[in-house]
């Protein structure tokens, strides 16, 4: 058995199939004799060798199965391992949040079985992801964690592995003294072992830091030494690496025509391997090169690629982002539920011991003792149950506060860190002369639109957050809706002409509701940039009202593809959101529709949709009458 398992190990990766053949011959022996530890690994086995041949849900299915039977036997070690194979699996089709998910729950049992080697491998993969998603302190501390699970047990290859990751996080934020500092803790661990990838990436490395020092002697002699070694490999991130920090090297030097050669290279290599760190880096330097040879019109060009695979990327990293806060909060909220838990449990326990205690007294001393007590016994049973009804209030409160916080990590992830990212990314290009003055005007207009998008996301997120979390009180006054209408178009302006749609306003100027002023704005916005977002170029959208006994109705129709009826009945749902591209590949978060919803309801009034299949929607809500 343990002979199959070793020829296992070392055939998965390169010939899975094979793999798979000696998984099952490992299952077939360990059934015939129902050793429980071997079928576990077996399962084990299986999902791994079927997850590196293809990542699909019979992988998924397999590892799922593998992890449930080793944890109802108690194979500690292989439940790990399948928690492994999982995040490898869900790594392999970008499902980062559910890899860090999985890293977590690894970290998790590593710890409870305390089994430091595996808690190390969990540690470093949450520092990698961590470093990806550019959240370098979160990254850091798991670092720092890692090197305390090695000094349990030092390794000089994973001392390495580690300081130059750390180092490399650092050079990214361009606090180089640190990022020295821990490429020369990696250097001395690297003169212990041999390693040839590694001892490359701290070359590499090493070359930038002498760069962004001014030392281009010693840099260019480390590259040239790393470009021998690299010739003929077939490690297209180490060429991309090496050919990035050549191309920074020429530019400090003014070889541009060298510089653009070996940047192109980069971008070449990235392109064909989806190295997007690699394209972002190419699209940047070769802009600055066009800009410093006087090709302007490439560098433009070329700059804004570079903010649209930037707008791209961080639209993905801030939804992973997004979904990894909410996995770190489901795990907070997870440890404060059973602290709640343990808290009702001791009370009960402290109740059990009180009432034995009162029946030995009976035993003991007779009904005149019970009956002295007895108020006293009415009393604490008093106390208990009210220690329990607010045990149960708080864990009531907690859980609609995690659906609070679920819900405004949604906006904020997907309408503000985007948005705010990409401009940071341009001011930071303009600050260090990365592009032009022309250049930087030419895509202000984008910018405007940008901070309009975040300004929109902030009044919805001001006026539902507050009134979800802290129970705003309602300022209802007279609300004329023509006015109110109007400054929506006006608001959403730049929308609407993208777009070229009309926008009809066809309410009478002397419509009033009875209303909160501030919700009656961020409802219409919301709605009408809505309708906007999914008509087609050139159409148009109707905005009128209707003044009936006691309410008023405003309806806002588009002409666009319809709303499914499938999809109609869950918009306004409480419990998670529908997110669909507009007409033009728009972005939303599908929260939108459910603030609306929230405010409508808070006011009074009432809210719903009449679509048709390729006939557009018209979006209907009510308001109570102003009456004079």
């Known amino acids: 058995m343990d002979s199959l398992y070793i020829q296992f190990r070392n055939q998965y990766r390169k010939f899975p199939d094979s793999a798979l053949v000696l998984g099952n011959k490992m299952l077939t022996i360990s059934s015939q004799i129902d050793y429980k530890i071997g079928i576990a690994k077996a399962k084990e086995s299986i999902a791994r060798a079927s997850m590196f041949k293809k990542s699909d849900s019979l992988s998924f299915e397999l ?347 949604s906006i904020m992830g997907h309408d503000f860190k985007g948005p705010v990212g990409n401009i940071q990314t341009l001011f930071n290009q303009y600050i260090a002369e990365g592009i032009s003055k022309e250049q930087f005007q030419e895509v202000l207009p984008s910018v405007k639109t940008k901070i309009d998008h975040i300004l929109f996301a902030l009044n919805n997120l001001l006026s539902w957050g507050s009134a979800e979390m802290d129970g705003a009180v309602l300022n209802k006054v007279s609300v004329n809706l023509f006015e109110k209408v109007t400054n929506a178009i006006a608001f959403l302006d730049y929308m609407a002409t993208a777009k070229q749609i009309r926008v009809r306003c066809e309410i009478a100027k002397d419509i009033k509701v009875y209303a909160d002023e501030y919700h009656v704005e961020i409802i219409l916005r919301n709605l009408l940039s809505n309708a906007i977002k999914f008509s087609s170029s050139g159409s148009s959208v109707n905005i009128n009202s209707e003044e009936l006994d006691e309410r008023v109705e405003t309806c806002i129709q588009d002409s666009g593809h319809g709303i499914p009826r499938s999809i109609q009945n869950k918009v306004f749902q409480e419990n998670g959101y529908i997110s669909t591209l507009g007409t033009n590949k728009e972005k939303g978060t599908g929260l939108g529709l459910k603030i609306c919803k929230d405010l409508v309801t808070q006011n009074n009034g009432e809210i719903w949709i009449e679509s048709t299949s390729m006939a557009g929607t018209k979006i209907i809500f009510s308001l109570p009458k102003f009456k004079t």
Request: contains cysteine.
């Open 63 to 409: 590892a799922n199965e593998a992890f449930e039977y080793s944890k109802q036997v108690g194979a500690d070690t292989i439940l790990l391992e399948t928690i492994n194979v999982l995040g490898f699996g869900n790594y392999r089709i970008k499902r980062i949040d559910k890899v860090y998910e999985y890293n977590s729950l690894g970290r998790k049992y590593a710890k409870a079985f305390k089994n430091w080697d595996k808690l190390y491998v969990f540690t470093a993969n949450a520092a990698s992801l961590m470093v990806d998603l550019d959240e370098f302190e979160k990254a850091i501390e798991f670092f720092e964690e890692c090197i305390q699970l090695l000094n349990r047990n030092p390794d000089d290859y994973k001392y390495a592995e580690v300081f130059i990751e750390i180092s490399e996080a650092y050079y990214k934020k361009g606090i180089l003294d640190q990022s020295e500092k821990y490429l020369s803790a990696a250097t001395t661990h690297l003169t212990r072992i041999e390693n040839k990838a590694l001892n490359i990436k701290k070359d590499i490395l090493q070359a930038s830091l002498l760069i962004a020092g001014e030392e281009f002697i010693g840099s260019r002699k480390l590259l040239q030494k790393t470009a021998k070694i690299l010739e003929g490999s077939s490690n297209n991130i180490d060429r991309i690496n090496l050919n990035l920090a050549l191309a920074n090297l020429e530019f400090n030097t003014d070889n541009f025509e060298e510089a653009k050669k070996y940047a192109d290279d980069a971008l070449i290599f990235s392109r064909k391997t989806n190295y997007f760190d690699g394209q972002q880096s190419s699209l940047r330097l070769l802009s600055e090169i066009n800009n410093r040879i006087g090709q302007h019109e490439l560098s433009n060009v070329l700059i804004k690629e570079f903010i649209e695979l930037k707008d791209s990327i961080n639209f993905s990293e801030n939804e992973n982002k997004l979904r990894i806060a909410l996995i770190e909060n489901d795990f907070q909220n997870e440890q404060e539920l059973l602290s709640l838990k343990i808290e009702k449990s001791k009370d009960n326990q402290r109740s059990i011991i009180i009432i034995s205690t009162l029946i030995i007294l009976f035993l003991t001393s007779g009904i005149y003792l019970i009956k002295k007590n007895a108020n006293a016994l009415k009393i604490l049973n008093k106390k208990i149950a009210d220690r329990q009804l607010e045990l149960e209030e708080k864990t009531i409160k907690l859980d609609a506060a995690n659906k609070t916080k679920d819900r405004l990590f």
